[in-house]
T-cell receptor, first 114, second 112 residues
Framework: DSGVTQTPKHLITATGQRVTLRCSPR?????VYWYQQSLDQGLQFLIQ???????AKGNILERFSAQQFPDLHSELNLSSLELGDSALYFC?????????????FGEGSRLTVL | KNQVEQSPQSLIILEGKNCTLQ??????????LRWYKQDTGRGPVSLTI?????NTKSNGRYTATLDADTKQSSLHITASQLSDSASYIC???????????FGGGTRLMVKP
């Protein structure tokens, strides 16, 4: 158990809909990172927050947005969903704001868009 | 362009056998390289970290090597077990600490 909690574990929705994925980082971790993993693909970095502020942005679509709240949990909002958005979405956390330390990953949220 | 290439893409071995996974990178300037193990449908878990000055590091039956001159790393698994079946991902951090580059992973299947 990494200490990172993601909900929901599974989500099935229809094209055009909007969903919110939630992540609670490890206790004491200030950074949260979101990754997308499509079927049989590698992990694609979406976005990073540190202590409530956006720190780095990767290949995140304009239809996607995220935020980190004062209690440090984070939400990833996916809107106008398309079939190609079906994927595993992972949240990871670590104490600092850089990328050199170990990332602790949650178990992921599996999104299926029908 | 920063890239991490892993080979082979997939590998099937018999239980008890050894195997070696490869990782070549072009990330510069280099900070560290981690190998993660990802069980199917689960989040990745760090196995080892290699910094510029380290050549070899072991974690149980897993041994990672790093050649910073040729920008190559390998992960050797000894006496494989069924539970080693997973994807192994090579991740390289740049020295500025602002970027991670993920390899596509090697999918290992250990058969009885």
């Amino acid at each position: 158990d990494s200490g990172v909690t993601q909900t929901p574990k599974h989500l099935i929705t229809a094209t055009g809909q909007r969903v919110t994925l939630r992540c609670s980082p490890r206790s004491g971790d200030l950074s949260v990172y979101w990754y997308q993993q499509s079927l049989d693909q590698g992990l694609q970095f979406l976005i990073q927050y540190y202590n409530g502020e956006e720190r780095a942005k990767g290949n995140i679509l304009e239809r996607f947005s995220a935020q980190q709240f004062p209690d440090l949990h984070s939400e990833l909002n996916l809107s106008s969903l398309e079939l190609g958005d079906s994927a595993l979405y992972f949240c990871a956390s670590r104490p600092g704001q850089g990328f050199t330390g170990e990332l602790f990953f949650g178990e992921g949220s599996r999104l299926t868009v029908l | 362009k920063n890239q991490v290439e892993q080979s082979p893409q997939s590998l099937i071995i018999l239980e008890g056998k050894n195997c070696t996974l490869q990782c070549n990178y072009t990330v510069s300037p280099f900070s560290n390289l981690r190998w993660y193990k990802q069980d199917t449908g689960r989040g990745p878990v760090s196995l080892t970290i290699m910094t510029f000055s380290e050549n070899t590091k072991s974690n149980g039956r897993y041994t990672a090597t790093l050649d910073a001159d040729t920008k190559q790393s390998s992960l050797h698994i000894t006496a494989s077990q069924l539970s080693d079946s997973a994807s192994y991902i090579c991740v390289v951090a740049n020295n500025a600490g602002n970027m991670l580059t993920f390899g596509g992973g090697t999918r290992l299947m250990v058969k009885p």
